[in-house]
């Protein structure tokens, strides 16, 4: 019913930046939020940063803050995330996720297939 893809990820040096983005399509309602979540290799998914559709509330992992950024186009349904400073604890898959009502008035999460992002020399 909703469909969520993500872009931007790659291979980057220490100190440097990515922007990872994630489009929503599909019989959408109403976004009420979206956000990213990460996992490292051997670890649990643990969360990036989020930000809800209507206000201008934003949220960020301690591990982030001050060095993520992120952003939303209500028009185009799409939600990024601005990594500066990135360090090789950052590497992970990148998991977009959103809370969505769809048009049957149903609410639940959806996540994306991640994005890889590799931070190293």
């Known amino acids: 019913q909703v469909q969520l893809v993500e872009s931007g990820g790659g291979l980057v040096q220490p100190g440097g930046s990515l922007r990872l983005s994630c489009a929503a399509s599909?019989?959408?309602?109403?976004?009420?939020?979206m956000g990213w979540s990460r996992q490292a290799p051997g670890k649990e998914r643990e969360f990036v940063a989020s930000t809800y559709w209507m206000t201008p509330s934003t949220n960020y992992a301690d591990s982030v803050k001050g060095r993520f950024t992120i952003s939303r186009d209500n028009a185009k349904n799409t939600v990024y995330l601005q990594m500066n400073s990135l360090k090789p604890d950052d590497t992970a898959v990148y998991y977009c996720d959103a809370y969505v009502t769809t048009t049957d008035r149903t609410t639940q999460q959806y996540w994306g297939q991640g994005t890889q992002v590799t931070v190293s020399s």
């Open positions: 599909g019989s959408i309602m109403r976004i009420i939020s």
